[in-house]
């Protein structure tokens, strides 16, 4: 009888744990980049950045008490488990880190449990990609008929369907994000990993940034979309009123046959500026206290935390502006630039005559007076962040560079409107 009676008690034991590891274990939502606020269904698939770690909270009944995870694929995704919550509220945060070879495309991930009656749990992700930007340019008329040529994103005039020219790395697949002031964005055929062309018209003028991420994404309303952004130059500027199409000019002729070129001087700041530190997207809030996201290469040398958060103190390198010729003749006179903030200029730059060619670039670096600030990486929360109440705290104020400040450069008043640009 005592036999009989352990040996129930036993088969009860295992019932139980069968029961609470595997028959019960079901997935009920999953909160990620893509659905932040209280998750999605199961069915949904989550997209991952290649280059980049992200954490997702995978809830439902006991899903914490799984054993391990695995994912599918030829590898360059690394998955892992960190903390759980037991209970009527159970969940699992569930760690990616996505290699910069991974390969594109969807993936399961399996999470299993000591006893398998129904088999793992599975859900979803998908790798895309994570590009960056070189430069922003617009496609304008050439100046002999049927041509095309580009110009600095820095002169966009409003209210006019207007071609722009993404060039940088893993492009292909790309959209332009939604945000005011950008009407009917489109991506045209053909986009390359390193070019990519949209067709949109601006409706707000000023210099604000033409964000653009992987068309694999698929956000919903409440996604962070920022998380998926390709970083390096988005920034354009947009004229206050539209600008006349450029004229279509057929040159004459030289003995021969010959096209006699056609020149024009037109120098403007950089397209980009580098280096420059200020919050970006949403902030979040951790244990009742405010932090402000910034880019995620500040954080490049904080690895995941095992504790709640890690921080560091870095020295932000310095500050790269400087001015560029976009027009097609040799600058042969000597000219001033400046950098200014706030009203103050903070550094002036002579360029030398005959110093800069049809598109080259001068680059002038500006050293701030401070320089130094604690950044911190959260466990359960991916990205880089501040805390503005730090002593060190600061934030980079809107630059801006003036190209040839008295004028000395022979321009047209068309191309001299260029001339000034805020960062």
Not at 109 to 119: F, L, W
Request: glycine fraction near 10%; charge should be neutral; aromatic fraction near 8%.
């Amino acid at each position: 009888m005592r036999r009989q009676i352990i040996f129930a008690i036993g088969l009860a034991v295992m019932f139980i744990f069968s029961v609470a590891g595997s028959a019960m274990a079901t997935i009920g939502a999953i909160q990620s980049d893509l659905c932040p606020n209280g998750g999605c269904l199961p069915g949904t698939v989550h997209p991952v950045v290649v280059g980049k770690s992200t954490s997702m909270v995978v809830k439902g009944q006991y899903v914490d008490l799984s054993t391990s995870v695995e994912i599918s694929g030829s590898g360059g995704v690394d998955v892992s488990y960190g903390d759980r919550v037991g209970g009527s509220g159970s969940n699992i945060v569930v760690r990616f880190t996505v290699h910069p070879g991974a390969a594109l495309g969807e993936r399961t991930v399996k999470m299993h449990y000591a006893i398998e009656t129904n088999g793992p749990d599975t859900f979803k992700i998908r790798v895309v990609r994570g590009g960056s930007i070189d430069r922003i340019e617009q496609r304008v008329p050439g100046l002999i008929a049927g041509t095309t040529r580009l110009i600095a994103a820095d002169a966009i005039p409003v209210n006019q369907r207007v071609t722009l020219v993404f060039s940088g790395t893993q492009l292909a697949n790309s959209q332009i994000a939604a945000r005011i002031g950008v009407s009917n964005p489109q991506t045209l055929a053909a986009c390359t990993e390193t070019r990519c062309e949209f067709q949109v018209e601006l409706t707000q003028s000023g210099s604000f940034d033409l964000n653009i991420f992987d068309a694999g994404v698929q956000p919903n309303a409440g996604t962070l979309l920022y998380k998926f952004f390709y970083g390096g130059a988005e920034r354009i500027t947009v004229a206050g009123t539209v600008s006349a199409p450029t004229p279509t000019i057929n040159p004459p002729l030289l003995s021969g046959g010959v096209v006699s070129p056609t020149t024009f001087a037109d120098v403007a700041p950089r397209a980009n500026m580098l280096n420059i530190f200020r919050r970006q997207g949403n902030s979040i809030t951790v244990n009742g206290q405010n932090f402000l996201a910034v880019e995620d290469r500040w954080c490049s040398e904080l690895p995941t935390p095992t504790t709640p958060n890690a921080a560091q103190t870095i020295t932000l390198p310095d500050i790269v502006w400087g001015v560029t010729n976009v027009g097609t003749a040799q600058i042969n006179v000597a000219f001033t630039s400046q950098l200014t903030a706030n009203n103050q200029v903070l550094q002036t730059q002579n360029t030398p005559a005959s110093s800069l060619g049809p598109g080259a670039t001068q680059n002038f670096s500006f050293h701030r007076t401070r320089s130094t600030v604690r950044v911190i990486r959260f466990q359960l929360q991916p990205g880089c962040f501040v805390n503005p109440r730090d002593t060190d705290f600061f934030e980079d104020p809107t630059f801006t560079v003036t190209a040839d400040v008295g004028n000395s450069v022979p321009e047209s008043n068309a191309n001299r409107a260029n001339n000034v640009r805020s960062y």
